[in-house]
């Protein structure tokens, strides 16, 4: 069965500076893998989306995430923070195993200090 | 632009009673979907759908309800509240295949 590892609850960063929110799936083959942003009172947004090619996708708002297949990771990148990133982010995977139903991680919570 | 609207956006409801939660899309989506949102837990799929007609159980379906009458709408029923039922409630519509979501902004309903 899939499963979706966010290893972090909660994350600090300062303003400015870089990111990386982990995320770890498991599954044989090569799902579709997803990061959705949920910002206080409001439902989740896609953020970005890789289905094939080239394992570094971009996003919206300077996000990007890199699929690494040996790791089994899709991790999320940001090189400089604003306050406006703080919201929570999901990472979630979907395969023709599960007929396309997302599965997903518990989310992190991303905090940006001043 | 294509959204997905949920109503009511809060909802306080008496223990035993009947809560129909209701979603509208105009995405044109095949696929709609029930999450419920508890901390700790992340998104848990309630019940989802194909099209209009088809309600399918998701991993957690037990006390809940779904109906699909068409393509655009799609509600969730709670027959006999519970307080174990209080949490957020999202609403989604997807385009199949590599599936991606489009969320309504959520119904936070509290069972007392």
């Known amino acids: 069965a899939q499963s979706v590892t966010q290893p972090d609850a909660r994350v600090t960063v300062s303003e400015g500076a870089s990111l990386q929110l982990r995320c770890k799936y498991s599954?044989?083959?090569?799902?579709?893998l997803f990061w959705y942003v949920q910002y206080p009172r409001q439902g989740l947004q896609l953020l970005l989306k890789?289905?094939?090619?080239d394992p570094v996708v971009q996003g919206v708002n300077g996000f990007e995430a890199e699929f690494i297949k040996s790791n089994s990771s899709f991790h999320l990148r940001k090189a400089s923070v604003h306050w406006s990133d703080s919201a929570v982010y999901f990472c979630?995977?979907?395969?023709?195993?599960?007929?396309?139903?997302?599965?997903w991680g518990s989310g992190t919570k991303l905090i940006i200090k001043p | 632009e294509a959204a997905v609207t949920q109503s009511p956006r809060n909802k306080v409801a008496v223990t035993g009673g009947k809560v129909t939660l209701s979603c509208n899309q105009t995405?044109?989506?095949?696929?709609m979907y029930w999450y419920r949102q508890d901390t700790g837990h992340g998104l848990r799929l309630i019940h989802y759908?194909?099209?209009?007609?088809?309600?399918e159980k998701g991993d957690i379906p037990d006390g809940y309800k779904a109906s699909r009458p068409s393509q655009e709408n799609f509600s969730l029923i709670l027959e006999l509240a519970t307080p174990s039922q209080t949490s957020v409630y999202f609403c989604?519509?997807?385009?199949?295949?590599?599936?991606?979501?489009?969320f309504g902004a959520g119904t936070r309903l509290s069972v007392l």
């Open positions: 989604a519509s997807g385009d199949g295949g590599q599936n991606t979501l489009y």
């Open positions: 995405n044109n989506h095949n696929n």
């Open positions: 599954y044989s083959g090569t799902p579709y």
């Open positions: 759908s194909y099209g209009a007609g088809s309600t």
């Open positions: 890789y289905y094939s090619g």
């Open positions: 979630a995977v979907s395969a023709l195993d599960s007929n396309y139903q997302l599965i």
